[in-house]
Structures are given as C-alpha cells and as structure tokens.
C-alpha cells in the first residue's frame, strides 16, 4: 500500500497515524509484524541493520546488533517481506551503505517486488539523494526525508520540495532513544514545516500522553521505535506487551 | 536529480550524514572559509605551531638507514612534535577555528589515542572542554595515553558497542555532535568524514609537506624521489604529500598495515588495507575505499598499531590511488616489528608502530628499484606509546 493512501484513509477518519519500527532479525519479526499491525499500528518500519548505526541510541543499537548476530542481511530482508502478508505501508529504513552496495536499481527495485512502498536512510543527506530518489520514483516507492531542529530556512524549503509520502520531524537533537517528554523544540517544528504533505514526529516517543500532544501540536502521526524495541529485546511478554503500547498510543491519536 | 558535487574528489568524498549534521557542516564550511586566509588566524595559528608545538620538525638524514638501504633516507621527524606525533598540528587549527566560531567543548574519537591526547593537549591549553571517545580495547591497548588525556584534563570515554575500536569511537562522537551541535565542535583526527572535514584536515597537515620541501631543498638541493608514509585514515600521509600532488616525477607511496594476512572472516578483515584492497562504499559520511562484506557491512580491521586499524580511508587518498598518483602498499605486522627495532637500534629513535609500517616498506622496497634516490620517510609518530604493548607481544612469541 502507498503512504499517501493510508494518510488519506486517516484523514477521513480524522486520526493520526501510528509509525512502528523494529529491527528485522530480531525476535520473531514476522510475527511481531503481525501483532503491531492488529494492535493498530498504520504503518511499519521495518529495520534493515547495519553494523555502524551512527543515528541510533543504545537500545536499537542493541537490537540491530542481535539481528545482525541472528544472521539478517539484506537477500534474507527482501525474502522475509516478500511473505507478509499485511495490507498497510511497509517501509525500510537502513544505511545508505547497504543500498548503494545492492545497487540503488536493484534495491529499489527489490523493494517493490517485496512490496516495500517506501525508504528511509538516516545517514542520506538531501544533497547525496538524488540519484536513489530517481529509482524510487521509478519503482513507485516514496523516499521519507527527515527535518529536525537545525534545519530551517531555505534548506528546509527544499527538503519539503522533494518530499513525498510523509515528512519525518526529528523532535529532538540527539540519536534515537525512549523519553516520557514532548521536546519544547517539537511543537516550534511542526509549525515551521509548512506543506500538505503529512507530517510524523519521531525519536523519543513512548506513550499516548506524548502523541496526544504531538497530535495537538498540528502533527499527522508518530513513529515510536525504542519503546517497542525495548520490548523485543527483553524477551517478556513480547507480544502482549507490543500490543498493549501500540493499543494505547494508537488511542492517543483518534 | 543530480548528486551535490561539494567536497567530491572524482566519485569520492561527500557528505553522507544524518540532517541533523548538516548545519554544522556547513557552518564549519563557512567559518573555514572565512578564517583560513585571515591574516589575524594565520598569525596565532603560527605562534602555536612555533612556540607550542614546536614547528618545524627537523628533516634528518639518517645515515645508518641510508648505508644499509643504499637509499638517501630523510626522516620527517614528526615524532618531535609536542604530543609526541603529527596530531597535533590538525587538533591546533581546527581547536583555534573552533574557538574562532564561539564554541566552547571539543568532542573527538581515538584509536591509538594519539589525537584524544593532541585533542587534550589543545583543549587544556585553549581552555576548551575536552571529551574523547575511544573504543574499550583501545584503552586496554593504550592504557598510558588513556591517563596522559586524564592528566591534561580530558574526560575518556570507553566505547563498547561494536567492535570496540577506532570506527565505534568515531560512531559515538557523531552521535555525541548531533546532540550536542550547538556549543560543541567534532575535532575529527583524520582526513576523514564528511565535506569539508577531509579538506580541513589535509590543509592543517600539509604543513609537513610544505617545511619537507623548503628542507630537502636546502640539504640536498633538489626534490625527493619518492616519499613514503604509513596511512589508516591518511592524514599524515596526505599532510606530507599534497604540496607534491602536482609533481608527478615524485612517487608516493601509502603504506597501510597488512596486519596478520590479506584474508577476511566472515566479520572481520586480519588487515587494515582499505586503499589496496577496498571497495567502493559509504562509511562515517564520505564514500571511498572501505573494508565491507557482500552485503556492505563494515568489516573490523585489524594491525598491531591501533593508530592504522581502521575500515575506511581519506576519500582523496581512494581518489588519488584511483587515478594512480599514489601507489598503495602494505606492511604486514611482523615487518613492522622488524623495521620498530631497526630504527630504535641503528638510528637511536623509537617509532611509533604506525610510522614503522613506512620504515618497513623501504626495506621491502630498497632492492626493487622504485624509490629511487632520494627517499623521505614520514616518522609521523614516536614510540613510547607502544613498548607495552610491544613488549606484551614479545612476550607471547
């Protein structure tokens, strides 16, 4: 499923959306999949792990590095995708490195094989991307730029220039990481990001207090990934615990 | 749409990193621009290199290296600069800029932990807040520059995600920036990174290359035939060859550890031979030369000198090597040893093991012909660090 659809499905029903991430590889990622998107998550992102993260705190820090000791890489990633079966956006997030040894035609082009509709790179600036965002728009798959604090004027205009699918508020300076606050940098974000294309607000969001108020705040959803990783990666409860989180940030957005 | 061209060396170099980096890049880009050629920047930048640092190092003939070899050998004498190696002269200007740009911490990564003690050093002495990221089996390696950092104020950060080493520290620093971009410079140590990063630290190196070749001149009265410097990251081995890129009758060599072997694990390269035997990738914001498995993660490296033990390369020494106006070689860690003895016997100075890996290639070379006459050698670094771990490693034999 494109992005566009699901944010406009959303619309309709006048709710944010809720953005997973998890790490492939690690714990049952199939069947994590599956409970994220019953528990009501919107979209999922799904992590393929590179050994030298440079955008992520110590807790998915951990879980890349489990997958990776699992034995994910980027042929078993496609193969694993490919079997979902899921009727929501699935996108892949990575490092530019793992895209640009596969090939950016061939991953792009894996990617809508598998039925990935949209890529994130953390490491990507808007002045390397030009080359993937031409496979992407080739392969009908939306590449999701990130804008956070410090990126403002025409910098910022242009990153918006080049968006589709949603646009990725980073809420706060700093790698990714559970909190239980609302940076006082987010809501001054949101405003300044001036486009129709939605707007999801990610890195350090952990409960339904946080997303009711990014809601408010004038945003099109939340990505929450640690406080779900954090589960995973304790290994208790897993998927009722999943569920619950989901269930209950999910309700912060309606 | 068409990819930036700024910072690029041919396909090299770049600015591979997250956006919440980018401001800081290109103010670093500006303010760089704005001061390199400032008369008042020049002029402190060069009272620190005289009066503190101690600049120029002597050119030496060494004349016992030179009756063995058959060769004309000249020892940059790097390792007589205070902090006891080249580092010192990136961390001074880059501080000095720093400073310049109102910022008030300097944050850096370490392998050998040679430029965290440079980064010290000048943090001390500009009165910045200094803290240093270095890979926890660093600091096992390097126990005694670990508390030299300490000493001179620094705060030591262990490292312990990944493999534990140079490219993890590097890792940690950038997340550090990007949560702390605002009052805090990344004082990189190599001519590595993101644009403008490889520049900025080639220019303030380059100062070796620039004194090598007013001395030479005056002792010898003509250039070099060829000149020789180990090379991980590449700043020592650029500082002392860019002023002679465009002199193509002088070979170049890029010596990178060989480590135990040419091979691979799954996981891991037994060398650190990025230049000879990398390929095409993106690692810590710059694409060049890096050691990867099929898939494009990053392989550990290895070599008995910490300094050298890194994944990747200066995206303008991939460059260069691509064009071949460089020659990279290798040195493997038993030939290193080797050649850490010979110098500390016959010419009464201790290498670093990095600097070594140089001294080992022109007695690989001296028979074959290509070096020519005259042959400087980059001693980028002095020993001292290195007999515990030396010794440590005798001891095992």
């Not at chain 2, 591979?16 to 500006?30: R, Y």
């Not at chain 2, 943090?123 to 670990?146: F, P, S």
């Not at chain 2, 995600?161 to 550090?176: F, H």
């Not at chain 2, 390269?269 to 230049?275: E, K």
Request: overall charge negative; aromatic content about 6%.
């Amino acid at each position: 499923m494109r992005i566009a659809d699901k944010f406009n499905e959303l619309t309709r029903r006048d709710e944010g959306a809720m953005i997973a991430y998890v790490c492939a590889g690690d714990g049952d990622t199939p069947g994590i999949v599956h409970t994220l998107v019953n528990a009501g998550a919107d979209i999922v992102e799904l992590g393929l792990p590179f050994s030298d993260p440079v955008a992520e705190g110590p807790t998915i820090q951990a879980s890349i590095q489990r997958a990776l000791e699992n034995g994910m890489n980027t042929d078993r990633y496609f193969a694993m995708v490919k079997d979902l079966d899921v009727n929501i956006p699935l996108l892949v997030m990575t490092y530019y490195n793992l895209i640009f040894k596969r090939g950016l035609k061939k991953f792009t082009a894996d990617c809508r094989d598998s039925g990935i509709t949209g890529i994130i790179v953390p490491d990507l600036s808007m002045e390397e991307s030009g080359d993937l965002e031409d496979c992407c728009i080739d392969n009908e798959i939306d590449l999701i730029y990130l804008v956070t604090p410090v990126t403002k004027g025409e910098r910022l205009d242009s990153i918006i220039s080049r968006s589709s699918g949603f646009i990725y508020l980073v809420s706060r300076l700093g790698v990714t990481g559970a909190r239980d606050d609302v940076a006082s940098s987010t809501n001054e974000l949101i405003n300044r990001v001036k486009t129709d294309i939605p707007k999801a607000v990610g890195f350090g969001i952990s409960s339904k207090e946080q997303a009711v108020e990014i809601r408010k705040g004038g945003a099109d959803g939340v990505i929450v990934g640690s406080a779900l990783v954090d589960i995973i990666g304790s290994g208790k409860d897993v998927t009722k615990r999943l569920d619950a989180l989901v269930r209950q940030i999910k309700s912060g957005l309606k | 749409m068409k990819n930036s061209s700024k910072g690029k060396f041919g396909q090299f170099g770049g600015q591979f990193i997250p956006e919440v980096l980018m401001p800081a890049h290109e103010e670093l880009e500006a303010a760089y621009e704005q001061w390199k050629n400032d008369p008042r920047f020049i002029k402190e930048l060069n009272y620190y290199r005289r009066d503190f640092a101690g600049r120029p190092s002597p050119l030496y003939y060494a004349r016992r290296l030179s009756k063995k070899y058959g060769h004309k050998v000249y020892l940059k004498r790097e390792d007589l600069i205070h902090g006891g190696a080249h580092k010192l002269n990136n961390t001074l200007g880059q501080a000095l800029l720093a400073k310049y740009m109102g910022k008030r911490r300097l944050i850096a990564e370490t392998g050998a932990g040679q430029h965290g003690v440079a980064t010290a050093i000048v943090g001390a002495n500009l009165g910045m807040t200094t803290q240093v990221y270095m890979g926890a089996k660093d600091m096992e390696r390097q126990r005694m520059n670990v508390y030299r950092m300490e000493l001179l104020g620094a705060k030591v950060i262990p490292v312990t995600s990944g493999s534990q080493t140079l490219k993890d520290a590097i890792n940690e620093a950038m997340r550090d920036w990007v949560a702390n971009v605002e009052d805090t410079h990344y004082l990189i140590g190599s001519v590595v990174g993101a644009h403008p990063f490889p520049s900025i630290v080639r220019d303030f190196q380059s100062v070796i290359g620039i004194e090598v070749e007013a001395q030479i001149m005056e002792q010898e009265g003509r250039l070099p035939d060829s000149i020789i410097a180990c090379t991980g990251g590449g700043s020592n081995a650029i500082g002392i060859f860019y002023p002679f890129i465009d002199n193509t009758e002088i070979d170049l060599f890029a010596v990178e550890a060989g480590g135990a072997g040419m091979q691979s694990t799954k996981t891991a390269a037994l060398h650190s031979a990025s230049l000879c035997i990398g390929e095409d990738g993106i690692l810590h914001g710059a694409r060049t030369k890096i050691l990867q498995d099929p898939y494009g993660q990053i392989l550990e490296s290895c070599s008995v000198s910490a300094g050298l033990d890194y994944s990747g390369v200066g995206p303008q020494l991939a460059y260069l090597a691509q064009i071949k106006r460089i020659k990279p070689r290798t040195a493997s860690d038993k030939e290193t040893l080797a050649a850490f003895h010979e110098l500390s016997e016959i010419e009464g100075i201790i290498p670093a093991l990095e600097s070594a890996h140089a001294l080992a290639y022109l007695a690989k070379a001296a028979d074959k012909g290509e070096l020519g006459e005259v042959v400087v050698i980059n001693l980028s670094g002095r020993g001292d660090k290195d007999l515990e771990s030396v010794l440590k490693l005798e001891a095992n034999k």
